[in-house]
């Protein structure tokens, strides 16, 4: 008898880390599609870039004790570890190379800004130079290198516009860009060390200062990695649950199977032998159900004690806060706004799916065929131009900076530059900020109504989630109002609910295997609305930084189970640009990550934290919202109607639906 308890518990464990790490990271990882030659030595050195970082911020605590630190001069003062920063400038110059390499090959709308950026960085460097007098001057190394880098980055673009990737094309651009920096940076250092200045931490916290910018996107899909690693998590959990006593209990494999491929539209073979339910085309019978099954056996499963032991601990945590009046408790003023936005996103869940139906795009056009399956394997692909999209100020800042600071060291035109930062300042004020985010959020939405009408599937309850939930949380301050809503709340009410619809299937006969599944893992999302930012908790223990240690997370997160989009390209984004500009965002996110992190302040390059944070409330929240949602519809009986081919007749049947719990 124990060693099959212990055999079952092996299992458990085995499908649960399986769940949680193997299948998402297969799934999601880099992987050779066919890449041109070249490109998989590329990726390795991006890797071991990406490696290195991640190593220096978890042994950030220790490099500043072990090693001694100089302090920059200027208006903020930083004390690093001095010889770390040679490695710093290397990954900075990894990150240019890979973007800019990427840019060879895409539409002139993205290539025109990047390689602008790289150009203005390469000048921006070469100023630096002041010459051996420190009396400026166009003709000093440093300034005259830079020029030709930039000059060769250009004429490379031109060249190879219309070519395909070649691995020389990193190779020259990194020679380009590496050179002009070097010359730049170590003539810089040669000038300020008579004069008994170390300006090469000055010159690190000027560069990073000045990019810093162009992390946000990467640390706000960071943020929401962290909550996708709770939905994943939560899946796990359950999943784990249901592994079976032996295998001759009832036959079935560990999980239920998805009634519709993570992708495809047509109806498959779906059997939760658990529950009984056979669903194929659209055509269902019932055998003995979950209730005949605990009959049978005696006791209830195992799925019944999990759901009430979770709904009791929901229960004790919210009285327990309440009863302690511990900040986390939600005020009652934030209740209506957050079941408010909870019935909003899934009063457009209907919407949509009404315009599937009239669009007859899908063979499967019921509400039902959007399962959190689908939900998870498209977020990767949209992430990102969410995250550019939230945060589309920033670059048109990093290039008046860098084009402001470009004229005041070359001695072009002051004038000019001083416009330039009093544009800086306009574009970072509150209301331009808050305007340019809620016109971005109403863009999601309307991008979701178009593919739900184009018949696509789970993208649009994605942009849903996300337009809504920005679009709440940026227009009141434009119009002067205020709507209350927190994380804490949405957290008590997807909980509440969670157990009324469990009471509302029990009373109807309905709440089998299949159900109390989906419901177990609404209710650890519930747990997780609230509370994901735990599991970076092993990490803060040995950063000593919360906020360090929850961003960290999100970026490997989305690095090892986060390239799925790099499978396939188009023309305009063929598949080795699209893994060159992946690479390049996490590398630089990371850099950045770790040049903070070894400072001790995370304002140093920009705030990463309030990014994170951002991703995780705005964006997290509101993909665990579409999740539950999900879980939810997913128990409810459905009509499923199937869009035969031309000719035919449509079959309809109605049959819970299966409960999608892998990735």
């Known amino acids: 008898m124990n060693r099959i308890r ?16 193997v299948e998402p990271i297969r799934a999601g990882r880099l992987r050779d599609t066919g890449w041109p030659a070249g490109l998989k030595t590329v990726v390795v050195c991006a890797t071991v870039a990406f490696t290195l970082a991640v190593a220096i911020i978890v042994a950030s605590p220790f490099l500043r004790a072990l090693l001694p630190l100089t302090v920059s001069t200027g208006a903020v003062t930083l004390s690093l570890p001095r010889i770390l920063l040679p490695l710093f400038f290397l990954l900075v110059v990894v990150s240019v190379a890979l973007v800019q390499t990427a840019v060879l090959h895409v539409r002139w709308l993205v290539a025109i800004p990047v390689t602008l950026i790289t150009a203005l960085l390469l000048l921006f460097l070469g100023g630096l130079d002041r010459g051996d007098g420190m009396g400026g001057g166009l003709f000093v190394p440093g300034k005259l290198v830079a020029l030709l880098a930039v000059a060769g980055i250009i004429a490379l673009l031109l060249v190879r516009r219309r070519r395909g990737f070649a691995w020389g094309e990193f190779a020259v651009v990194l020679t380009l860009v590496g050179v002009s920096a070097t010359v730049s940076i170590a003539r810089t250092a040669a000038q300020s060390l008579p004069f008994g200045i170390d300006f090469g931490p000055t010159t690190a916290s000027l560069m990073m200062s000045s990019l810093g910018s162009l992390a946000a996107p990467a640390a706000l899909a960071a943020g929401v990695a962290v909550a996708e690693l709770a939905v994943t998590a939560a899946l796990a959990v359950v999943g784990a649950l249901r592994v079976r006593r032996s295998a001759a209990d009832d036959g079935a494999g560990l999980l239920p199977e998805l009634s519709a491929g993570r992708r495809g539209n047509a109806p498959e073979l779906a059997a939760d032998s658990a529950a009984g339910v056979h669903v194929t085309a659209g055509e269902s019978t019932a055998s003995d159900g979950p209730a005949q099954l605990s009959e049978r056996r005696g006791r209830p499963g195992i799925l019944l004690w999990a759901f009430l032991a979770l709904a009791a601990l929901l229960a004790a945590d919210i009285v327990t806060r309440y009863a302690s009046n511990a900040a986390t408790a939600p005020p009652p003023s934030a209740y209506p706004g957050s079941v408010g936005l909870i019935a909003l996103i899934a009063a457009g869940w209907a919407g949509l799916a009404m315009l599937r139906r009239a669009g007859r795009r899908t063979r499967i056009v019921d509400t039902a065929s959007v399962t959190t399956a689908d939900l998870l394997g498209r977020l990767n692909a949209i992430l990102f131009p969410v995250a550019a999209a939230f945060t589309a100020l920033l670059g048109p800042v990093v290039v008046l900076l860098l084009g402001a600071q470009v004229l005041t060291q070359w001695a072009l035109s002051a004038e000019v530059a001083a416009i330039g930062f009093v544009a800086i300042d306009a574009l970072s004020g509150s209301v331009v900020t808050t305007v340019v985010r809620t016109l971005a959020g109403i863009a999601f939405l309307l991008f979701a109504v178009v593919g739900a009408a184009r018949g696509r599937r789970a993208v649009p309850e994605l942009l849903l989630a996300f337009g809504v ?20 709340a949405i957290s008590v009410a997807v909980g509440v609910g969670t157990v009324a619809l469990a009471i509302v299937l029990a009373v109807q006969r309905r709440l089998g295997a299949a159900q109390l599944a989906a419901l177990c893992v609404a209710l650890l999302l519930a747990q997780a609305a609230a509370w994901r930012e735990v599991l970076a908790n092993p990490l803060s223990v040995l950063l000593g930084a919360s906020a360090v240690a929850f961003i960290l997370l999100g970026f490997v997160w989305g690095f090892v189970a986060g390239a799925e989009p790099t499978r396939s390209g188009s023309p305009e984004y063929p598949v080795p640009a699209r893994v060159l500009l992946f690479l390049a965002n996490n590398v630089f996110g990371v850099t950045a990550l770790a040049f903070a992190a070894l400072a001790r302040d995370l304002d140093v390059v920009i705030d990463l934290d309030q990014f994170a944070g951002a991703g995780d409330l705005l964006l997290g929240t509101a993909l665990i919202i579409v999740v539950v949602i999900a879980l939810w519809v997913e128990v409810l009986p459905r009509r499923s109607t199937v869009a035969g081919l031309p000719g035919s007749e449509a079959a309809t049947g109605s049959s819970p639906a299966a409960i999608p719990l892998e990735r």
């Open 6 to 21: 212990n055999s079952r518990v092996a299992r458990g464990l085995s499908r649960f880390l399986g769940m949680l790490l």
């Open 469 to 488: 939930i920005v679009v709440l949380s940026n227009a009141p301050n434009i119009a002067a109002f205020s709507i209350e809503w927190s994380s804490e």
